[in-house]
């Protein structure tokens, strides 16, 4: 069973980790108390609790692109045909190549916000090394 802490939990929701103790506080999150009296989330409880999350904010709008990382502008450069334009939604720095006239159209500009939309036929997945809290307690 992997466990994690309040503040890894925190991190993958991309909140406080006083918002996690508020949410473990009204119930709405299960949590525990590892041996050192720290309170420690499990895994499977996490994931249910982050899919509930995510359901709550989807979009209604009807579209197949499930990934959307809503950040601000950081750089914009344009030629005369095609554009660069890099977002930094939370840790995520997210590099989008796109026409000029679509940069144009949306009026991106470094400060603005947008959101990236991510619609992808390959996704590279990887294991995430165990943190302090989670070593010697993951199973397969």
Not at 81 to 99: C, E, N, T, Y
């Amino acid at each position: 069973m992997t466990l994690f802490r309040i503040s890894e939990a925190a991190e993958l929701l991309g909140v406080s980790p006083d918002t996690v103790r508020r949410w473990v506080d009204a119930g709405r999150l299960t949590a525990a108390r590892d041996e050192h009296g720290h309170r420690v989330i499990e895994g499977v409880d996490l994931a249910a609790f982050a899919r509930t999350q995510a359901s709550e904010h989807e979009r209604s709008d009807i579209s197949s692109a499930r990934n959307r990382l809503r950040g601000i502008v950081t750089a914009v450069a344009k030629d005369t045909v095609m554009a660069q334009v890099d977002i930094q939604a939370g840790p995520f720095r997210v590099v989008s190549l796109m026409s000029r006239e679509a940069v144009d159209e949306l009026d991106l500009q470094v400060g603005s916000v947008a959101v990236a939309v991510i619609k992808s036929t390959t996704v590279v997945v990887e294991r995430s090394t165990p943190t302090a809290a989670n070593k010697g307690r993951t199973s397969s």
